[in-house]
């Protein structure tokens, strides 16, 4: 038996050592890819800073390409947990709250990795097809819930009766589109200052009424 607890603990030692050398991997991948862009990106300078051997990047992601998009799609779940997280806190306030809540967050998270912007920008620019895919499954998978607040809000009188599938469309690629140029641009100004503007658009218009 004690033997057993002893190869327990081995194998859980074992397992966070990987977790632990994948973290780092990652870490310094994403300082790599965000700095130089996917092609000029070095491998051997990636396993420096990781402290680990080059084969050990082999080993794990196969290549260039597998470590890219291990990064990827490590970014993307962060992006997605926190904007959930965020939306969890605030599961108690209207669902206008609550759409609202959502916007800011992702532009907080932005603010708050804004490496992770040329991340994505890489992304699309080198694998523009491949991400297509990835990417409307991950948004059927969610749109539902902000689909659900949007009705939410229409049967309350605060929206007034739309497409919710579009009306969320729109405004997804309105806060993508501000992310985007906000990297490119590379401007100082945080991100999120630009949300009461943002929601401002949205929710009154720029029409003055009559």
């Known amino acids: ?7 327990g603990f081995g194998r859980k030692r074992s397992q966070e050592a990987i977790q632990q050398r994948k973290h780092a991997m990652l870490k310094a991948a994403i300082k790599e890819f965000a700095k130089k862009g996917y092609a000029d990106a070095d491998l051997d300078h990636i396993a420096g800073e990781a402290k680990v051997g080059k084969g050990t990047i082999y080993r794990y992601y196969f290549s260039k390409e597998g470590l890219f998009h291990a990064v990827a799609d490590d970014a993307f779940c962060r992006f997605r947990d926190f ?35 040329e991340i994505f920008l890489h992304e699309r620019s080198q694998f523009r ?17 902000f ?13 007034r009766r739309m497409d ?11 806060l993508v ?16 200052q630009k949300w009461s503007l943002v929601e401002e658009t949205i929710f009154k218009g720029i029409l003055m009424t009559r």
């Open 1 to 7: 038996m004690a033997r057993n607890i002893e190869a």
């Open 83 to 117: 904007v959930f997280s965020a939306l969890q806190g605030a599961e108690k306030a209207s669902a206008l709250e609550q759409i609202k809540e959502t916007g800011r967050a992702v532009l907080t998270f932005f603010d708050e990795n804004r490496v992770l912007v």
């Open 129 to 145: 097809g491949m991400i297509h895919s990835k990417y409307l499954r991950l948004y059927s998978d969610h749109i539902h819930v």
């Open 147 to 159: 689909e659900d607040l949007v009705e939410s809000c229409m049967r309350q009188g605060v929206i």
């Open 164 to 174: 919710p599938r579009k009306l969320l469309d729109i405004v997804g690629d309105m």
């Open 177 to 192: 589109g501000l992310v985007y140029m906000w990297g490119v641009r590379r401007e100082k100004e945080p991100l999120v």
